[in-house]
C-alpha cells in the first residue's frame, strides 16, 4: 500500500537555438515531451514494477490532469483508491535542454484539504505487507482519517515525510527525509559534517517522532540510519554516478518498504534502498537484484585480445574463499593480463559436495571473487564441470591449482583447451587450505563446545 499525494510531473525536451527577441530569455523547441506520476503516484509505479501487487490511496481531482493519472496509473497495475480533491490536480513541469532544466513551472496553486476516505481502505491497509506513506504536503497523509486508519493498521509502516507536512504517526517503523529535510524538520541550523549533522538531526527527530528507526538519505553520500544504539549505520552508495536526482528519493522509499514486508532487517532494507537509489539515478528504473554477480567476461576478453595480451582462465566452487585459493588466483593472474574465474552454480555445488553445500551462494561468492585485484571477471555456470563455458572463453591459459601436481592424473579439461591452440597449467597450492577443511574443524569445534 502506497498512501500519499499524487502529482502530474511533465518533463518538456528540447533545443535551445536563440534568445527571444523580446526578451533576455532562451527559447525552446519542444522536441520531446514525457509525462509520469509525481510523488506518491510515482512510489506506486515503481513499487508496480518491481512486480507487486500494489494499491495506492491518493487524492486525484476530477480534471485532464487527474484523468490523466489515473489512466497511467492503472496501465502500470496500481489499483486507485481516490479521495476527492477540490481545485486543480497538482502538475509540476521541467523545461529541459541537453538534461539542464531551465525552468520549472508548477500548477495547481495551495491545496485543499481532500474529501472523504473511500470506504473499505482501512481493511486494506490491515491486509497489506507493508505501507509506505509518501507525503508531499498537499493533505493526505494530514487527513484525521486516514491517519486513524494508519495507526489501526498493525503493518510495518515506512513514512517519507515532507517540511510542510504533519509529524509521521506513531511507531512508524522507519522515517526517510532526506538531509535538507531533517535539518528544516528538526530545527537543526549547527555546524558540523554531513555526517555528523545526519546522526545528530536524525536522533532528534527519531525521538520526537516515536519511531524505530530514522533514515537520513544525503544524495551521493548514501544513508545514515539512526535508531536505538547511539552508534549509526551508515550505507555508502555503492559507486559515484551522475544522473537526474528527481524521484531518487522515492527509489528509496520504496525499496526499503519492500524489503520489509519480505522480512529484511531495518539495516539490511537501507543497504538495498541506497543500491536502488544509486540505480536509479544513473537510469536503470528496474531495482538491481541485490548481490547480483558481476558481468562484463565477454568485454574484458575482447579488450585484451584487440591488444594482443593472453587470456587466463581458472574454475572452482571457492564456498569459502581462503588463502589457498587467493595463492592460486594470484600466481594465475601473473600468467597473463586478465583473470576469468569459472565459477560452479549453487546447483553445481550441490552436485559435486552434497546437499549440504555450498555454504555461500553463488551471488556472494562471485562478488567476493570480483573484487579481489586479481580477477578480471567472473562467470557462474550450471554444469558439473567447465567444458561448455571453456568452449566460450577459449582462454589462453587454463590454471588448476596444485592438487593435479606431482604426477597426478591429467586434468579433465587439457584436451579441450588444446583444441585452440591454449596450454593448461597448474600453480603451486597452498598445503592444508582447503574449504572442505574449514568446515570440518568449525563442526569440531562446535560440537566440543556442546
Known sequence: MVVGDTLLDRDVDGAVRRIAPDAPAPVLDEEHVEER????????????????????????????AG????????????????????????????????????LRLDRGGDPHPPGDMPA??????????????????????????????????????????????????????????????????????????????????????RQRWRAGAVAVTCGPGGAVLCHSGPTPLVVPAPSEVDGDTCGAGDRFAVSAALALADGALVSEAITEAVAAATAYVAGDIEPPVPLAPPQGAEQVIAAVRARGGTVVATGGCFDLLHTGH????????????????????????RGLKGPDRPLTGE???????????CVDAVVVFDEPTPEAVLSW??????????????????????????RWGGQTVVVPYLDGRSTTRTIAAARAAAGSRR
Open 363 to 373: 551471488a556472494d561468492r562471485s562478488r567476493l571473487l570480483a573484487a579481489l585485484d
Open 67 to 102: 484523468r490523466r493519472l489515473c489512466e497511467m496509473l492503472a496501465a502500470a497495475g496500481v489499483e486507485v483508491h481516490a479521495l476527492p480533491m477540490a481545485g486543480a490536480t497538482p502538475e509540476k513541469m521541467r523545461l529541459r535542454a541537453r538534461g539542464q532544466v531551465l
Open 120 to 205: 473499505g481502505v482501512p481493511e486494506l491497509l490491515r491486509g497489506a505487507k507493508a505501507i509506505l506513506v509518501s507525503d508531499y504536503g498537499r493533505g493526505v497523509a494530514r487527513h484525521p482519517d486516514v491517519r486513524a486508519a494508519l495507526e489501526a493498521s498493525g503493518v510495518p509502516v515506512v513514512w517519507d515525510p515532507h517540511p510542510r507536512g504533519p509529524a509521521p504517526i506513531r511507531d512508524c517503523r522507519l522515517v526517510t527525509p532526506n538531509l535538507a529535510e531533517v535539518k528544516a524538520l528538526a530545527g537543526d541550523a549547527g555546524e558540523g559534517t554531513m555526517l555528523t549533522t545526519a546522526q545528530r538531526a536524525g536522533h532528534v527527530l
Open 326 to 349: 587467493l595463492a592460486t588466483l594470484r600466481a594465475a593472474r601473473q600468467l597473463g593480463d586478465c583473470l576469468v574465474v569459472c565459477l560452479n552454480s549453487d546447483a553445481s555445488v
Open 37 to 64: 506520476p509525481g510523488g506518491a503516484g510515482l512510489a506506486a509505479m515503481l513499487a508496480a514494477r518491481d512486480g507487486h501487487d500494489v494499491a495506492l490511496v491518493t487524492a486525484i481531482a476530477d480534471d485532464a
Open 393 to 418: 572463453l577459449r582462454p589462453d591459459i587454463w590454471v588448476k591449482g596444485g592438487d593435479y601436481a606431482d604426477g597426478g592424473p591429467e586434468l579433465p579439461e587439457a584436451e579441450l583447451v588444446a
